[in-house]
């Protein structure tokens, strides 16, 4: 499996960014997927996540009401809607991809793209 993420950027404070992820897998809806986020000095933390049919999502307390995770499993995409932007918010985000959604939620994954920039400033 490999995951390539893009979208990342820079935004104002309050602003939106959107983050999407593509798989090359035959079977993507096996998959559970997850966005994680590392800023900076930071350790790596989840931020949320999605099973494979795309009924089920988790997400972190800092961005539940603010962030959105959807796939579409035709096209082999999760997406990160990352409404009301903060500082706070500015991070290398990773996707993930495991067929264990509870190892996504422990910060684990089989699979891991590259990393996007989000910067957001006050």
């Known amino acids: 499996v490999q995951l390539q993420a893009s979208g990342g950027g820079s935004a104002q404070a309050g602003g939106s960014l959107r983050l999407s992820c593509a798989a090359s897998?035959?079977?993507?809806?096996?998959?559970?997927m997850a966005w994680f986020r590392q800023g900076p000095g930071k350790g790596r933390e989840f931020v949320a996540a999605?099973?494979?049919?795309?009924?089920?999502?988790d997400y972190a307390d800092s961005v539940k009401g603010r962030f959105t995770i959807s796939r579409d499993n035709a096209k082999n995409t999760v997406a990160l809607q990352m409404n009301s932007l903060k500082p706070e918010d500015t991070a290398i985000y990773y996707c993930?991809?495991?067929?264990?959604?509870?190892?996504?939620?422990?910060?684990?994954?089989?699979?891991w793209g590259q990393g996007t920039l989000v910067t957001v400033s006050s």
């Open positions: 993930a991809a495991d067929k264990l959604i509870y190892r996504l939620q422990r910060g684990s994954a089989d699979y």
């Open positions: 897998v035959r079977t993507f809806r096996d998959y559970a």
């Open positions: 999605i099973g494979g049919r795309g009924s089920w999502t």
